[in-house]
């Protein structure tokens, strides 16, 4: 009988570890209907980091991840990097609007359904999950980083977290401004040669 219980459990954890779709892969379109119903598509922050945290709005884990992220919003946001909560818990407009008021959320939070988070998380519902789930998007709209099902410590992490958007916000840093200057100079060479 303990073998077949090891067995199981062994199989159920395989089928957990393939349910993580792969990273990196291109983000599909998703889109955020906010507590006023104003809908926005994740691909109008194309160009941002964007970390997008599926989250229950009972949830303190979640809860304290919104602020964390309201935090490297303060820090990160001039710089290009866009947090974005979605809940999922039957959230309704009422209950996102008390979530992002009683714990001073500054970020964006909008609310989905719990079928289109499964499935945009990749998952199946047949999948066992914890949230936060976290999923990290570059600028090019590249997911680089997801959550496991079971929960990935590290992208709760501030440090962590932080550490990973400033990388990937520094990625193309050679801004459109650079390459012009650089065009520019490369210009002026030739009218001065002649050519």
Sequence with gaps: MRSLTIFTAAVALAFTALAKPPVPRPAKEFDFVDANGKHTLLSSYRGKVVVIQFLQTTCPHCQAMSQMLTKLNAELGPRGFQPIGVAFNDATPDMVRNYVSQ???GMPVAYAPRDTVISYLGLSIMDRFVVPQVMVIDKKG??????????TAELQTESYLRDMVDKLLKEGATSSSTKKAVRAVATAKKAGSGQ
């Design 103 to 105: 714990f001073h959320i």
């Design 142 to 151: 590249t997911i680089v980083a997801q959550s496991d099902p079971l929960g």
